[in-house]
């Protein structure tokens, strides 16, 4: 038997790489400009789309895209709270890759959305690895988790554009050094925007929808944004 | 994890190249993998063995090559190895670089060639 070595050199993730980048295209070309959503289960990414879809649903036009492994409890909470949402279940998949999110934007009339989050599965190891095309990631931390995550958990707080510190409220309650928390974040990700936040009190609410709204209107359809 | 669908996609590019060169079988398959990436080698060896079953690459061995994780900082220019402390063990600079540690890529499959170019060739 002849026996042949044949040179590859391909990145494993290229294929889910290149669907990113037509999702992304997509979303461009209709003026959408989009957020993912990572974090470990339960730190709050659900009660986040709620404050933020309450806040801005009068000046903005929202749809939710919910990863969820099984059940559409959150997605039912982001139409709720008045979104237009989608549900994904990955059956299993411990992340939202971008042929899952292609599908979900098949389900969506892009040309009357303004802002689309996408609440990715809660891990903080996988979806990392699986860019979805969308325009930014956001890390919703939270308060009990603990101080050690960026330093346990150093990619997912590498590839994200803003950091979300949820559930200040219980920082009284909780070990939680927020300068040795901050000071791993930023040797991860230098320069990153933080917003510390309760969606319980509504605390620092105020500094993430200005932050959403400066997104929305330096990357998306920003001339049309109604400021109230 | 993931390393099923890490698995499928390693599997889809071995099938692809195997089939560009005229395989009739893929014998063994090396990978490229940081340090600092997350996959498990044991898991994609056990999904390996189960979703090549009825595939030309049945059989066939995979190879990991480890690439070391290594950061250096832009502050004094000392480089090292990710410890559980990220910042520059040397001045204590936060500002780091990562170098070398998340790769991951198939490097290169080796094949049985197809019989009648061997019959070509011998
Ligand atoms: N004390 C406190 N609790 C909060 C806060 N935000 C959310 N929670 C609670 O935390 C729990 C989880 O919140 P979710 O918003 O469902 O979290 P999630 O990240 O969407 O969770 P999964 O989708 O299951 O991963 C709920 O019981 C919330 O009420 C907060 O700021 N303070
Ligand atoms: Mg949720
Ligand atoms: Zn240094």
Redesign the pocket.
Known sequence: MITERVPVVEKIFGANDRLAADNHARLEAAGVFSLNFM??????????IEQTVRHLSGQLRLAVVDG?IATSL?ADRAAAAGAVAVQINTGGDCHLDAAMLQSALDELDLSVIDLLIV?N??NLVCPANFSLGTHKSVL?A?VPEGDDKPYKYPGAYRGVQALVI?????LPYVNFDMEYFQRGASALNPGLATIP?????GDGLDAWLEWVVEQVSTNGRGHEIRRI | MHELSVTESILEIALRHGRKAGAAAITDVFLVIGELSTIVDESVQFYWDMITEDTPAAGSRLHFQRIPGRLSCRTCGYSYSPREDLPCPACGSIDIDILAGEEFYLEAIEIAETRETEKQTT
Do not use: F, H, Q
């Not at chain 1, 949820?166 to 219980?170: A, F, Q, R």
């Not at chain 1, 936040?197 to 009190?201: G, I, L, N, Q």
């Open positions: 974090a470990s289960p339960g730190a709050g990414k659900t009660s986040l969820d959150d609440e599965v809660g919703v939270s949820n559930k200040i409220d219980l936040v309760s969606c319980r009190t």
